[in-house]
């Protein structure tokens, strides 16, 4: 793939972390257009969310806006929040001053109302928390009833297959090292196994309605020849849902 990911357990004496600020410009224009982000979470995401013209949408980790800009061409009212200040001033540079850009973290509660927003985004944000309780119970709170919550995590079967010494169905922390555009950083993510993750969803009140394994999006076979051997490639990477608030 276009990112570069070692094991780091075990093999680095960094601290892991989830602090993006060191590494935001760098991160950036790797996912640009990269694979992993640009050719397949992303366009997943736009997928799942169909028609957006008009719904307020809450872009969860927006980092430096593509998402939020994909989504606002689109024609929704867009809010994004991020814990990295650096990530927002590379929001708001790419959508100019009048975007909705705020820094908030998950694990505290979120500046909105009740009822905010008709969906809310989080891609390849929730495998960085120890525990979903709260921040799931905050999301379903500033969603309308009906509000959508469309969800992409590192695929636990992945995992799995990365460490196949480890206990699938033991909800734990690990660390993995990539490097964005040349740099290097150690990330601490989390992993649950299927049944933790569906579960942690319906407990906050979301009703499962789509789970997904997509396929990446048109041009990725042409781009990345070596990784999407033909046209019709799939691969395994990350897991998405679309969880509605009851």
């Known amino acids: 793939m276009s990112i570069?990911?070692?094991?780091?357990?075990?093999?680095?004496?960094?601290?892991?972390?989830?602090?993006?600020?060191?590494?935001?410009?760098?991160?950036?224009?790797?996912?640009?257009?990269?694979?992993?982000?640009?050719?397949?979470?992303?366009?997943?995401?736009?997928?799942?969310?169909?028609?957006v013209a008009g719904r307020r949408v809450l872009d969860v980790g927006c980092g430096a806006g593509p998402l939020f800009?994909?989504?606002?061409?689109?024609?929704?009212?867009?809010t994004g929040i991020d814990p990295s200040a650096k990530m927002l001033e590379l929001a708001g540079r790419r959508l100019g001053d009048g975007a909705a850009l705020l820094q908030a973290d998950l694990n505290?509660?979120?500046?909105?109302?009740?009822d905010a927003f008709d969906d809310a985004v989080a891609c390849l944000v929730l495998h960085y928390l120890e525990d979903w309780t709260a921040p799931l119970?905050?999301?379903?709170?500033?969603?309308?009833?009906?509000?959508?919550l469309?969800?992409?995590?590192?695929?636990?079967?992945?995992?799995?297959?990365?460490?196949?010494?480890?206990?699938?169905?033991?909800?734990?922390?690990?660390?993995?090292?990539?490097t964005f555009s040349g740099q290097s950083a150690v990330l601490k993510l989390w992993h649950r196994p299927l049944p933790a993750i569906t579960g942690a969803f319906t407990e906050?009140?979301?009703?499962?309605?789509?789970?997904?394994?997509?396929r990446p999006a048109p041009g990725a076979h042409e781009r990345f020849p070596d990784e999407v051997k033909?046209?019709?490639?799939?691969?395994?990477?990350?897991?998405?849902?679309?969880?509605?608030?009851a």
């Open 4 to 51: 570069d990911r070692v094991h780091a357990s075990g093999s680095s004496d960094r601290t892991p972390t989830t602090d993006y600020d060191g590494f935001a410009e760098a991160y950036a224009a790797e996912t640009e257009s990269s694979l992993l982000n640009g050719y397949y979470a992303r366009p997943a995401i736009l997928d799942l969310a169909g028609d």
């Open 69 to 78: 800009e994909a989504l606002r061409d689109r024609g929704a009212d867009v």
């Open 108 to 114: 505290d509660p979120l500046p909105f109302p009740d």
């Open 137 to 148: 119970a905050e999301l379903r709170r500033v969603l309308v009833p009906g509000g959508r």
């Open 150 to 178: 469309i969800a992409a995590v590192n695929h636990p079967f992945i995992y799995k297959v990365a460490y196949p010494d480890r206990d699938y169905f033991a909800t734990h922390e690990y660390a993995e090292e990539y």
């Open 204 to 214: 906050a009140g979301f009703r499962i309605a789509v789970v997904s394994e997509p």
């Open 230 to 245: 033909t046209p019709d490639s799939a691969f395994l990477c990350f897991l998405f849902f679309v969880l509605e608030a």
